[in-house]
């Protein structure tokens, strides 16, 4: 389903990474680690609530280049940035959004993203992001939004 996405800000970790030679598929749950074992949640300023923003942004070109990752909440702005976090600002802009239900420790996340990447959408690749709220609280039975910047 095509939807526009009115523009937010992000603050969190970051890791940059490629999907080359299996390197995101450690980097990544390496980030999540990161971020639940610090406790960065409770340290990110002026968040709206818990929700989690997964984000994939600042593509060298597409899917197959490296990218980062933002593991974090969205916040009312940016003008306070905890030392060793990022912030960035989701613009406005148009998204394919691919509603999930399942079991995440299934793999229910990562598969979708392998039929992302063979599809035809015309993707942007300016910022694409998974949406992770109360209704993905219990992993064997979680719902998962995945936004994708269109063109």
């Given amino acids: ?76 702005n940016l003008e306070e940035i905890p030392e060793g976090m990022t912030g960035l600002t989701i613009e406005d802009g148009q998204y394919q959004q691919y509603p999930l239900k399942g079991n995440l420790n299934d793999g229910l996340v990562y598969n979708k993203w392998k039929e992302i990447w063979q599809s035809p959408l015309e993707r942007l690749f300016s910022a694409d992001f998974e949406v992770y709220d109360h209704r993905s609280t219990d992993p064997s039975n979680a719902e998962v939004d995945i936004f994708i910047s269109l063109r």
């Fill in 1 to 76: 389903m095509k939807i526009q996405i009115q523009s937010f800000h992000i603050i969190g970790l970051a890791v940059r990474t490629s999907n080359e030679g299996g390197r995101a598929e450690k980097d990544i749950p390496a980030l999540w680690s990161q971020f639940f074992g610090d406790g960065v949640l409770a340290k990110i300023p002026n968040r709206h609530d818990d929700t989690l923003y997964c984000i994939y942004t600042d593509y060298e070109k597409d899917h197959t280049l490296p990218y980062t990752t933002i593991l974090g909440c969205r916040v009312d």
